[in-house]
């Protein structure tokens, strides 16, 4: 198979496709705000844990760094241009996001900051750790509490037979969808 060599090499980390688009979201009980973020991970499955790198001169960095807690929430296709507007637009200068991009916020159960009723998922996590990289930081928390949609989280699974699509960003105003499982199996060996 010939391949083609990825010019500019800035261009590279598309490669590796992040998992779905999330809505990062905080606040300190008086304000709050809401942000898009491609570059996020699951990083430990007992106690649950997530990361994602955010910017910190972003306007949500000082609510993360204060109160330690957020929300991670995740949207599915439906919600592609309000994802697009919150990571397009900041919270300096738009002080409602939510009513902005028609998003209702939701009581969290063991955080002060709301979540995203729209999106089929959320996370109620606390900041464990922010690791200095310069303009950005690598934000590690641990989840508290985690609700789905039954309908398309079953069995501890994401299912994707009553319509599910979530996002996944390309670039600029370009999205992709997961739609579907498929199931793999090991090639048996060679016999020699």
């Given at each position: 198979?010939?391949k083609?060599p990825?010019?500019p ?12 688009v999330?809505?990062i979201?905080?606040?300190d009980?008086e304000?709050d705000?809401?942000?898009?973020v491609?570059w ?20 949500s ?5 204060r ?6 929430n ?5 919600l592609?241009?309000a994802?697009?507007?919150?990571g ?18 939701q009581p969290?159960?063991r955080i002060?900051?709301?979540?995203v009723?729209e ?19 690598l934000?590690?928390a641990q989840?508290?509490?985690?609700t ?11 299912t ?7 996002l996944h960003?390309?670039?600029?105003s370009r999205?992709c969808?997961?739609s579907?499982?498929i199931?793999?199996t090991?090639?048996p060996?060679?016999?020699?």
């Amino acid at each position: 198979m010939d391949k083609a060599p990825i010019e500019p090499l800035s261009n590279a980390y598309r490669l590796v496709n992040p998992g779905p688009v999330v809505l990062i979201t905080v606040g300190d009980g008086e304000a709050d705000n809401l942000f898009a973020v491609t570059w996020n991970m699951p990083i430990r499955k007992d106690p649950g844990m997530v990361a994602f790198l955010s910017g910190k001169r972003h306007h949500s960095y000082p609510f993360i760094e204060r109160t330690g807690e957020l929300g991670v929430n995740i949207p599915d296709a439906s919600l592609a241009d309000a994802v697009l507007g919150c990571g397009s637009v900041t919270g300096a200068k738009e002080p409602d996001k939510f009513g902005r991009f028609g998003l209702t916020r939701q009581p969290a159960s063991r955080i002060k900051v709301p979540l995203v009723a729209e999106c089929v998922a959320n996370l109620e996590c606390r900041v464990c750790q922010i690791v200095d990289l310069g303009a950005s930081s690598l934000i590690v928390a641990q989840i508290l509490a985690a609700t789905a949609d039954p309908r398309h989280f079953q069995r501890g699974h994401w299912t994707f037979d009553n319509g599910l699509q979530l996002l996944h960003h390309l670039s600029g105003s370009r999205f992709c969808v997961s739609s579907e499982t498929i199931t793999a199996t090991v090639p048996p060996r060679a016999q020699t």
